[in-house]
Nanobody, 125 residues
Framework: QVQLVESGGQLVQAGDSLRLSCAAS????????MGWFRQAPGKERQFVAA????????RYADSVKGRFTISTDNAKNTVYLQMNSLKPEDTAVYYC??????????????????WGQGTQVTVSS
C-alpha cells in the first residue's frame, strides 16, 4: 500500500509556471511507477505524464509535451510535475497515481492502483 498526497495547485494566469508535488508514504517509493492525470469539469480523467520508479524513463501526453516535466526525488518520496507556459485549457483537478508495475508508463488510469485526493489548478486567461 502507498498513500499519496498532492499539493501545489492554485490559481495562476496564462503563461505562468507552477510545480505540483505528490508525497508518498507507506511502501517503499521505489517500488512504484508514478503518473499524473487531470480531470476538468464534465470531462474524463486524462493522462498527463508518467515516470518509472528509477526516474530513467518518462512519457507525456501530446498536449503537455515540451511544457510539463515529471520528476522524482526518491530521498523525499516525492514526485513532481513542473508546469510551464500554462494555458486556460490546463485547468483541472490534478491527480497523482502509483502503479506497482514499476516499469510501466501507462496512459490508462485503470493501470494505476493508488490515487491521491487531487489538487486544483486554475489557469485564467
Amino acid at each position: 500500500q502507498v498513500q499519496l498526497v498532492e499539493s501545489g495547485g492554485q490559481l495562476v494566469q496564462a503563461g505562468d509556471s507552477l510545480r505540483l508535488s505528490c508525497a508518498a508514504s507507506g511502501r517503499t517509493f521505489r517500488s512504484y511507477a508514478m503518473g499524473w492525470f487531470r480531470q476538468a469539469p464534465g470531462k474524463e480523467r486524462q493522462f498527463v505524464a508518467a515516470i518509472t520508479s528509477s526516474g530513467g524513463s518518462t512519457r507525456y501526453a501530446d498536449s503537455v509535451k515540451g511544457r510539463f516535466t515529471i520528476s522524482t526525488d526518491n530521498a523525499k518520496n516525492t514526485v513532481y510535475l513542473q508546469m510551464n507556459s500554462l494555458k486556460p485549457e490546463d485547468t483541472a483537478v490534478y491527480y497523482c497515481a502509483a502503479t506497482s508495475v514499476w516499469a510501466l508508463l501507462s496512459p490508462v488510469s485503470g493501470d494505476y492502483q493508488f490515487w491521491g485526493q487531487g489538487t486544483q489548478v486554475t489557469v485564467s486567461s
